[in-house]
């Protein structure tokens, strides 16, 4: 497994993104450690042809999914957002109702989303998301009885050895065959009753999550224990405000990124389009205060301004209002203008 590129910002991306493709390649580092992942459950066979069979289309959908994909990258502050917001989307928002910004996308995140892992239910750190929102997912016996589309999201972990793994991102690095990195030099850590000595930085994929097209985020898909239903419902909300954020005039700007001339030559011998070399960089604009627009006089008088918490809106809109758009509405000031603002501790008013 050659070591990956150093992703420092959006020129960055293209590089990465043709790593991860090279690591997916049949008999390559993640496309082996996909066949020794399959641990079985509802539409996941546990062993034999079947497996293979499983781990070869998983593996697929990720090479088809950075090769047909649109490049972005998320300023630090986007993730702020991010983090802040994503865990009240509405229970009832379904992947049909979402701004997407493309049918596939690789996004790297300028600081990591916090999330948590689907087996101990501890902390994980998500530093890039790959999405494609035509997955043909198969039928699962006793659930659904055909096949379904859905929007599958797929997560990775940029590994600095250097500065320590914890014990989730040691174990993901074992099972990605990122240990192949091994060098005398780096520093040591341990699994189960062997040591590796690892330097540098690399990426690990930390599994995928599906979301059938027409389902509502908080319908389970099968029976799971509470620390996967937990992880999955992350998935979907992540997903749901990104796709949101990326899309909502007023909070966020696009600039596009123009990667240099050999690294747009690798991109098109490894055959993807010219026009996907390009990264989009989703930046939050420069935050103030500003009154309610909608506030109307009251007729009772308030001693002060406050700030009214950011939320989300299925807000309808369409034919005769049949349909819905997720939208965020950002923080405001409420109040009258000549009296003095009472805030907590820290505010972030998002807004334009």
Same mark, same amino acid.
């Given at each position: 497994?050659?070591?990956?590129?150093?992703?420092?910002?959006?020129?960055? %991306?293209?590089?990465?993104?043709?790593?991860?493709?090279?690591?997916?390649?049949?008999?390559?580092? !993640?496309?082996?450690?996909?066949?020794?992942?399959?641990?079985?459950?509802?539409?996941?066979?546990?062993?034999?042809?079947?497996?293979?069979?499983?781990?070869?289309?998983?593996?697929?959908?990720?090479?088809?999914?950075?090769?047909?994909?649109?490049?972005?990258?998320?300023?630090?502050?986007?993730?702020?957002?991010?983090?802040?917001?994503?865990?009240?989307?509405?229970?009832?928002?379904?992947?049909?109702?979402?701004?997407?910004?493309?049918?596939?996308?690789?996004?790297?995140?300028?600081?990591?989303?916090?999330?948590?892992?689907?087996? @101990?239910?501890?902390?994980?750190?998500?530093?890039?998301?790959?999405?494609?929102?035509?997955? @043909?997912?198969?039928?699962?016996?006793? !659930?659904?009885?055909?096949?379904? %589309?859905?929007?599958? =999201?797929?997560?990775?972990?940029?590994?600095? !050895?250097?500065?320590?793994?914890?014990?989730?991102?040691?174990?993901?690095?074992?099972?990605?065959?990122?240990?192949?990195?091994?060098?005398?030099?780096? %520093?040591? %850590?341990?699994?189960? @009753?062997?040591?590796?000595?690892?330097?540098?930085?690399?990426?690990?994929?930390?599994?995928?999550?599906?979301?059938?097209?027409?389902?509502?985020?908080?319908?389970? #898909?099968?029976?799971?224990?509470?620390?996967?239903?937990?992880?999955?419902?992350?998935?979907?909300?992540? =997903?749901?405000?990104?796709?949101?954020?990326?899309?909502?005039?007023?909070?966020?700007?696009?600039?596009?990124? &123009?990667?240099?001339?050999?690294?747009?030559?690798?991109?098109?011998?490894?055959?993807?389009?010219?026009?996907?070399?390009?990264?989009?960089?989703?930046?939050?604009?420069?935050?103030?205060?500003?009154?309610?627009?909608?506030?109307?006089?009251?007729?009772?008088?308030?001693?002060?301004?406050?700030?009214?918490?950011?939320?989300?809106?299925?807000? #309808?809109?369409?034919?005769?209002?049949?349909?819905?758009?997720?939208?965020?509405?950002?923080?405001?000031?409420?109040?009258?203008?000549?009296?003095?603002?009472?805030?907590?501790?820290?505010?972030?008013?998002?807004? &334009?």
């Amino acid at each position: 497994m050659t070591a990956s590129p150093v992703v420092q910002g959006p020129r960055d %991306v293209p590089e990465l993104r043709l790593w991860l493709d090279e690591q997916w390649k049949p008999g390559r580092a !993640y496309a082996a450690a996909a066949h020794q992942l399959m641990l079985g459950g509802p539409g996941v066979p546990a062993s034999g042809v079947a497996a293979a069979r499983q781990a070869d289309n998983y593996a697929a959908w990720e090479r088809r999914s950075l090769a047909n994909g649109t490049l972005w990258w998320a300023a630090p502050e986007m993730v702020d957002l991010l983090n802040a917001a994503f865990a009240s989307i509405p229970d009832d928002v379904t992947p049909a109702e979402l701004p997407v910004p493309s049918p596939c996308g690789l996004i790297v995140f300028g600081a990591p989303l916090v999330g948590h892992d689907a087996r @101990s239910g501890g902390e994980l750190l998500v530093d890039g998301l790959v999405w494609n929102v035509a997955t @043909s997912l198969p039928p699962i016996p006793g !659930y659904s009885d055909r096949p379904r %589309v859905g929007l599958s =999201v797929s997560s990775y972990r940029c590994l600095d !050895y250097s500065a320590g793994l914890s014990g989730n991102e040691l174990h993901f690095a074992l099972a990605t065959g990122a240990i192949d990195n091994a060098r005398p030099d780096g %520093v040591a %850590v341990s699994g189960g @009753s062997v040591s590796y000595s690892l330097h540098g930085q690399t990426w690990a994929p930390l599994g995928r999550s599906d979301w059938p097209i027409h389902e509502p985020l908080d319908r389970k #898909p099968w029976p799971l224990t509470d620390a996967q239903w937990a992880s999955m419902l992350e998935d979907r909300r992540f =997903v749901a405000a990104l796709f949101t954020l990326l899309a909502q005039e007023g909070l966020a700007s696009r600039t596009l990124e &123009r990667p240099e001339r050999p690294v747009v030559r690798r991109t098109q011998r490894a055959g993807i389009d010219r026009a996907l070399a390009d990264v989009r960089v989703v930046r939050l604009r420069r935050p103030h205060v500003e009154g309610d627009p909608e506030a109307e006089p009251s007729g009772r008088e308030w001693s002060h301004r406050w700030v009214v918490d950011g939320h989300w809106r299925l807000q #309808p809109c369409g034919p005769g209002r049949s349909e819905r758009r997720l939208t965020y509405i950002a923080p405001y000031v409420k109040g009258p203008a000549d009296k003095p603002l009472k805030t907590p501790t820290r505010v972030n008013a998002w807004v &334009r």
